[in-house]
Every structure is written in C-alpha cells, then in structure tokens.
C-alpha cells in the first residue's frame, strides 16, 4: 500500500461519529494524511460531541449549522428549536471559540482545489463571496449575487455547479446528493449520513471518492425536510 501523504476531504457529519471512524477506517487513515471536514458537524445526528472533539484532532471549515449556533447562543431557549437546544447543551465556550476559528473555506493548491462547505458563485475569487455564499449556495442566476433553495428558486434559477467554470475544483458539501458528484469544476460530498445515506470522501491526489453507509436514518428518511438532488453520471440534473 502507498505510503504517500493523502488530502481527504469528508462531507457533512451532523453527528454522524460512528459513520465517521468507519469511514476513516475504511481509507486506512493514518497520521501523515490530511483529513478536512467540510462542515456541519452537529445537530440532527447522535453523537455530535464526538463529532466536534474528532473535527479538533483534525482540519474543519465552518459549516451553517455551526455559524447559525454562533448566531443563537444568546437566544432564549423558548426562541430555539428542540433540535438546536440539543446542540447547544453540548457546546462549551471552548467549542465557541473553535466555531469562531472556523475558516470559511481552504485553498489546496497543490490540486488546483479549493474547499467550501456550500458553493461559490462564477468569475468571483472565493476571497470576495459572503458568508451566505460559501455556507448556502444553491440556486442562482448570475450576475445575481444571492442563492435560492431549489424549492423556492424561480424557474431560470440553476444550481451554481451549472455555472462554475473555475479556475479552482471547488469540493463541497451542504447539499444532500444521492450520490456523489464528480464533475470537471465541481465535486459534492454530502451524501446524506444522517438521512440514513452514506457518508462520502473524496480522496486527493487521486480525486478518489470512497463512502460508507450509514448504520441508520437519524433524522427522518434519505432526504426528509431537506432538497434532494439527483446525480447522474456525476452531472448535476439540476442543468
């Protein structure tokens, strides 16, 4: 087996810590690889204390969920959904911290790559996206500079893989796929663990994606309360 340094890049957790050893596992992760989470480490799945102490011991960009607990802490607990108050009886004012510390994205240059936890938008440099970009884009129109869920997008609203051209292979998560995307400018790696998908990796330098089931639905079926994009021969069909 190879001994060569990996860059792997793992999809969204929600919790998800069994899934995430077993997928570890199964790449035979060592200590010499580069292992990146792409966000959204909690709510909805487990063991999402777990999730945050394995993110610690590794690489983590911010995710939504975790900006959106950066956004509530200071609400009331009548003012929280029961899942979110979940979460946050798990936080520290240490896991705060680690949340604020979050990049938004991480540049690889060595694979012409750059990491997000959402999207990007065309002939903008990742530098200038806002937050609401990099943590929630779908669907757009350029030159429009917001993002629609598909169930709320206009009809000539596409997602933003249909638009981006590079220079960069933006790898992101965020977007439940039944399958993994892999495209000439885009791979997407939220399949869905906590819908009771697979969890998925994609694997650098050879652009390998290797997933795991998960051992259950945590939060309702594949793609419950959630928008649910079809990949075939790794082209969005939202084109």
Known sequence: M???PRTIVIGDLHGCYDEALDLLDKLAATS??????AGDLVDRGPKRRECIDLARKHEC???NHEEKHLRIRNRPESAVIPDHLETRRILTASDYDYFESMPKFLRLPE?????VHAGVLPGRPVESLSPSILLHAQCIKPPETKTCWPSKAPPDWTFWTNHWKGPERVIFGHTVLDS????EWAVGIDTGAVHGGTL??????DW???SVPARKSYWGPKGSGIALYPVMNGVNCYS
Not at 32 to 37: C, G, K
Not at 111 to 115: G, I, P
Not at 200 to 205: E, H, K, Q
């Open 180 to 183: 993994p995307l892999l495209a």
């Open 208 to 210: 390998k994606l290797v």
């Open 200 to 205: 998925t990796a994609v694997v650098l330098p």
């Open 61 to 63: 960009i911010l995710g």
């Open 32 to 37: 010499s690889d580069r292992v990146i989470f």
């Open 111 to 115: 694979f012409n790559a750059v990491v």
């Open 2 to 4: 190879s001994t060569t």
